[in-house]
């Protein structure tokens, strides 16, 4: 099966302009999350989806930030409009419901640089 | 609330020496405990997890760790590493459906 994807790999964007991150779940999926790194910090969630559904989202740093999850498939994260401290690898995973929600696949990573 | 401490941030040793990657974390509930290696340029990729039952899980790659409640530790070990275990493992910690909780992740230079 087709792993988690996501786009763009890289974008370097000045400060205040908008950027939007995409994450393709893998099929099947009704699980998906977004997780960031700060450079020389630590993974730190942002939220969660199950299906269309934001779960959680008590990651999320502000208000500048925007996650949708159309139709339960792929998702998107705007960033609106983004400040200098919101450089950093930007993560999405997803995971099967019941039993198989306790693995959680991972995408490569969006790297965003703002400038 | 819980949270993860790898205790270090960067582990130099020699091909086919043992390793052993720190982790202990707090929480206030059960957990379920993962290690996450993320190898130069690519995503992260699961390595082990502990969900119940044994508390010693190994990978197919020969890494191990154990999971010891008393101590709230989950350490990663390896007897004898290669050249392409170089990359950046993450302790973890978890529930089903929900949130994963990273350490700060300890990365692994292995020399020739």
């Known amino acids: 099966e087709a792993g988690v994807t996501q786009f763009p790999s890289h974008s370097v964007i000045e400060k205040g302009q908008t950027v939007t991150l995409r994450c393709d779940p893998i099929s099947g999926h009704d699980n998906l999350y977004w997780y960031r790194r700060v450079m020389g910090k630590e993974i730190k969630f942002l939220l969660h989806?199950?299906?269309?559904?934001?779960?959680?989202e008590s990651g999320m740093p502000n208000n500048r930030f925007l996650a949708e999850r159309t139709g339960g498939t792929y998702s998107t994260l705007k960033v609106q409009p983004a400040e200098l401290e919101d450089s950093g690898v930007y993560f999405c995973?997803?995971?099967?419901?019941?039993?198989?929600?306790?693995?959680?696949?991972f995408g490569p990573g969006t790297r965003l640089t703002v400038t | 609330a819980q949270s993860v401490t790898q205790l270090d941030s960067q582990v130099p040793v020699f091909e086919e020496a043992p390793v052993e990657l720190r982790c202990n974390y707090s929480?206030?509930?059960?957990?379920?405990l993962f290690w996450y290696v993320q190898y130069p340029n690519q995503g992260l990729q699961l390595l082990l997890k502990?969900?119940?039952?044994?508390?010693l899980v190994k990978s197919i790659n020969g890494f191990e760790a154990e999971f010891n409640k008393s101590q709230t530790s989950f350490h990663l070990r390896k007897p004898s590493v290669h050249i392409s275990d170089t990359a950046e493992y993450f302790c973890?910690?978890?529930?089903?459906?929900?949130?994963?909780?990273f350490g700060g992740g300890t990365r692994v230079l292995v020399k020739p």
């Open positions: 995973a997803s995971s099967r419901s019941g039993r198989g929600a306790y693995e959680q696949y």
């Open positions: 989806f199950v299906k269309e559904s934001k779960q959680d």
């Open positions: 502990y969900l119940s039952g044994s508390t």
């Open positions: 973890a910690v978890g529930a089903a459906g929900n949130k994963l909780t």
């Open positions: 929480s206030s509930v059960s957990v379920y």
